[in-house]
């Protein structure tokens, strides 16, 4: 009896150890749980807060890089009682326009190739101006379509690029023949047949004046000359002295005869430079030395391409005081290339002024609207799209993440502070 009464209380007692040991057991579980949710909901509060404060500040970011004391150019009187008007002129100029192999993938459906929805999303950014301008850096040839080594790509994203508003582009880069002059010409001629402007080639048929290499549009009123010129070429030790000399290879020799007579016929001069290395924001003793050179000539602004990724403004003054903008590059327009931050682009819109009682044209404004290549996966309908950088980390900041993901955003705001000290050489 007495073996059965200890083996009781035994039981007993190890039913309360057991049961204690079970209540403290869940009571820490819910304490664990209690403080993770506290901690969970003190983060997302926390992350709310921060997410405001950075749609705030991308609210702030205006994307400005010089505004001229004298931007508001209204219509005044002279002494002599001549009424003196101001004409403007805006500008959209963008970078490198490229078409690599996944892009014609992307673009290929049911027999045919539509890029269209690669620039829906900024199309009204580039047409909210009276001329846009870029450097089309691809060919359009029969034949096999290639993204890299040799350029060439569908007729159909030559028509996509009219559509997003391009007027204008230059053909003076390194792939300009790739194909040779042969290619080249084709080239030329598709272009043209698209109505789209072109300089950066030597004999240009858009010209009275065959000596001259560029162009010279009337915008407003305003005679603005362009001009392009490369460094050299990718497939330069394949061609004749006589196949080089249809491509603008920059020479000082050749930007002086240009300059000349833009400096006699126009009332402003850009010049669209493609030049520096490839991969790198850092701006080169040889770009430097270009510049240096145009600007003690007589051109007012100059646009670098080339680079994958954009690389730093400046506002300079000539020996007589003018502004000049200098973009040392502006990256791509398009493109997917893996470099780091080649995903990010920029449009530089440019406002140009000449009043009735001058025969030179200044600069009144220039800001720049970021542009990011979002990329929405192999299994999207639309895989790459061009987008307005800062409104898609705005809409996430404020409660839209339809479009795309933390990861991506978190990137955006990093990318975006980079573009914004490179643009200011920071």
């Given at each position: 009896m007495r073996n059965r009464r200890n083996t009781r209380r035994k039981n007993i007692v190890l039913d309360t150890i057991t049961?204690?040991?079970?209540?403290?057991?869940?009571?820490?579980?819910?304490?664990?749980?209690?403080?993770?949710?506290?901690?969970?909901?003190?983060?997302?509060?926390?992350?709310?807060?921060?997410?405001?404060?950075?749609?705030?500040?991308?609210?702030?970011?205006?994307?400005?890089?010089?505004?001229?004391?004298?931007?508001?150019?209204?219509?005044?009187?002279?002494?002599?009682?001549?009424?003196?008007?101001?004409?403007?002129?805006?500008?959209a100029a963008v970078g490198d326009i490229l078409c690599q192999m996944d892009m014609v993938e992307d673009a290929y459906s049911n027999g045919a190739y539509d890029f269209s929805s690669m620039f829906s999303n900024?199309?009204?950014?580039?047409?909210?101006?009276?001329?846009?301008i870029g450097t089309l850096e691809t060919n359009f040839i029969d034949g096999k379509y290639s993204g890299v080594g040799k350029y060439n790509s569908p007729i159909e994203f030559l028509t996509a690029v009219k559509q997003s508003g391009i007027d204008l582009v230059s053909l003076a880069h390194n792939h300009e023949l790739d194909y040779g002059i042969d290619g080249l010409n084709t080239t030329i001629n598709k272009v043209q047949e698209q109505n789209i402007s072109i300089?950066?080639?030597?004999?240009?048929?858009?010209?009275?004046?065959?000596?001259?290499?560029?162009?010279?549009?009337?915008?407003n009123g305003i005679k603005i000359a362009f001009i392009g010129y490369t460094y050299g070429l990718s497939n330069e030790n394949e061609l004749t002295e006589e196949e080089k000399l249809i491509a603008n290879i920059y020479s000082e020799d050749l930007a002086k005869k240009d300059l000349e007579?833009?400096?006699?016929?126009?009332?402003?001069?850009?010049?669209?430079?493609?030049?520096?290395?490839?991969?790198?924001?850092?701006?080169?003793?040889?770009?430097?030395?270009?510049?240096?050179?145009?600007?003690?000539?007589?051109?007012d602004m100059i646009l670098g391409t080339h680079p994958a990724v954009v690389e730093p403004m400046k506002i300079i003054q000539n020996s007589e005081g003018k502004n000049i903008l200098v973009a040392y590059s502006l990256g791509n327009y398009i493109s997917t290339l893996n470099y780091d931050n080649a995903d990010v682009e920029l449009i530089l819109n440019i406002q140009i002024a000449k009043t009735s009682d001058s025969d030179k044209a200044v600069l009144q404004k220039v800001d720049y609207t970021p542009i990011y290549v979002l990329d929405n996966g192999t299994k999207a309908e639309n895989r790459f799209e061009l987008t307005d950088m800062?409104?898609?980390?705005?809409?996430?900041?404020?409660?839209?993440?339809?479009?795309?993901?933390?990861?991506?955003?978190?990137?955006?705001?990093?990318?975006?502070?980079?573009?914004?000290n490179i643009v200011n050489n920071k």
């Open positions: 049961n204690k040991n079970f209540i403290i057991i869940v009571s820490i579980l819910l304490a664990i749980m209690i403080i993770s949710i506290v901690i969970i909901q003190c983060r997302k509060y926390q992350d709310k807060i921060m997410l405001a404060q950075q749609a705030e500040e991308l609210e702030k970011q205006t994307g400005e890089i010089f505004t001229s004391m004298e931007k508001d150019m209204n219509e005044a009187t002279t002494a002599s009682g001549e009424i003196v008007r101001t004409s403007t002129a805006r500008i900024i199309t009204k950014f580039v047409q909210n101006s009276d001329l846009a300089i950066g080639i030597s004999n240009n048929k858009e010209n009275e004046n065959k000596d001259f290499t560029g162009i010279i549009k009337e915008i007579y833009a400096k006699e016929n126009s009332n402003y001069i850009i010049a669209i430079m493609h030049w520096g290395d490839v991969n790198t924001s850092t701006i080169s003793e040889y770009q430097n030395n270009i510049t240096a050179f145009l600007v003690n000539n007589g051109v800062k409104q898609l980390a705005k809409d996430y900041a404020n409660g839209d993440t339809s479009k795309i993901s933390r990861q991506t955003y978190d990137k955006l705001i990093v990318k975006l502070e980079k573009l914004q």
